[in-house]
């Protein structure tokens, strides 16, 4: 009796087997979430659908292919490299020297053919080969901090080499992106009729907006004794140094184009281009190259053969694989399966539904 007491009496421990089975089974309650057998889309491949699929990714691709070539070839693009050409004869076996050297003079002249008609506006952009902006320590070395605000001029831990000047001062913008900026310039003109070009809107908005404070104000830089690039005009905020936003806005690959600005103005067939380089930027100690270009847009952007290639590629291969699927089936044809087998059609019981 008193057992049977203590063992039905509140608060006692049940140890029965069942109970101890019961507590380390963290086997999860059933649901048909849980057992991933909620209604679903499973697809049979079948033939008939993997030929039409074939055929509809062919039929899209290729018109597309063709629109984006038809656009690309309407797109006018001069390149023209000049990095060789404005060496005088006298430096052409010493380049490095004729570029770091401040008695030498940068200023040369080259003519550029306009083949078409160019549009307005005609983009002009820089070009440089074997520059890899995207090295992990070139990329590293910058203070998005500082540039920013004002309140974090003094924030360039990040920015070593090129952070602090000899006495302690910090550079803003500090870092070796900022350091290395581009400063090569470019003046056109057409029968002595200078053409003006434009910086407005060659920079991303949101950059101006969000990522450069103009409150902030360039200090102490280029003021050590190795110049990397270009120098900022100290009574301009950074918000508004639009040369200095596109160049922070580092390149993928080694080989790159930046915007320098536009003519708004449509250049005609034939029409001979007079352009007047300073050629200061420093390509010539590890072998880069700098060339000129100026382009028109279309609707894909500037000229781009690979995207049209592409498209018709993918298309072309697509509608040859739903031709040979069509031979196979009709010369070898195989029965379908009974699709009442498969394990999404069986119940939880494992029976056919």
């Known amino acids: 009796m008193i057992g049977e007491a203590t063992s039905s009496g509140g608060g006692g421990k049940d140890d029965s087997p069942a109970a101890v089975s019961a507590k380390k089974n963290k086997k999860p309650n059933y649901s048909r979430f849980t057992q991933q057998e909620l209604p679903a889309c499973k697809p049979i491949l079948t033939p008939g659908w993997v030929i039409t699929s074939f055929i509809v990714v062919g039929v899209v691709f290729i018109p597309i292919g063709l629109a984006s070539l038809y ?83 003094g924030t360039t831990e990040t920015c070593k080499p090129e952070a602090v000047t000899s006495n302690g001062q910090p550079i803003v913008p500090c870092g070796l992106v900022a350091w290395s900026l581009f400063n090569d310039t470019y003046k056109f003109s057409v029968k002595k009729e200078v053409l003006n070009v434009s910086k407005k809107d060659i920079a991303w908005k949101s950059d101006q907006e969000h990522k450069f404070g103009s409150d902030i104000y360039p200090k102490n830089f280029q003021s050590g004794s190795l110049i990397g690039g270009g120098k900022l005009d ?72 690979f995207l049209g290639r592409a498209y018709i590629a993918i298309g072309g291969l697509c509608l040859f694989l739903a031709v040979c699927f069509v031979f196979v ?25």
């Not at 053919?113 to 952009?125: A, E, L, T």
């Not at 070009?127 to 992990?136: A, I, M, P, V």
């Not at 449509?266 to 072998?287: M, P, W």
């Open 234 to 305: 100290p009574s301009i905020p950074l918000s508004e140094q639009v040369d200095l936003i596109v160049w922070m806005r580092t390149a993928a690959l080694p080989n790159f184009r930046k915007l320098y600005g536009k003519i708004e103005k449509d250049l005609q067939a034939n029409t001979t281009i007079t352009v007047t380089i300073e050629n200061n930027y420093n390509t010539y100690s590890f072998g880069g190259k700098k060339k000129l270009v100026l382009s028109t847009t279309s609707w894909i952007g500037g000229k781009n053969n």
């Open 71 to 153: 656009a690309s070839e309407h797109v006018v693009e001069i390149v023209e490299r000049y990095d060789k050409d404005c060496i005088p004869p006298d430096y052409r076996n010493n380049s490095l020297h004729y570029i770091q050297t401040s008695e030498t003079d940068k200023n040369c002249t080259m003519t550029i053919n306009v083949p078409k008609h160019m549009k307005s506006p005609v983009f002009i952009y820089y070009e440089l080969d074997n520059f890899y902006q995207n090295h992990r320590r070139y990329v590293k070395s910058r203070s998005d901090k500082q540039l920013r605000s004002k309140a974090s001029e």
């Open 329 to 353: 089936y009709l010369l070898k044809p195989r029965p379908l399966g009974d699709p009442s087998y498969l394990s999404w059609n069986r119940n939880p019981s494992g029976q056919m539904n």
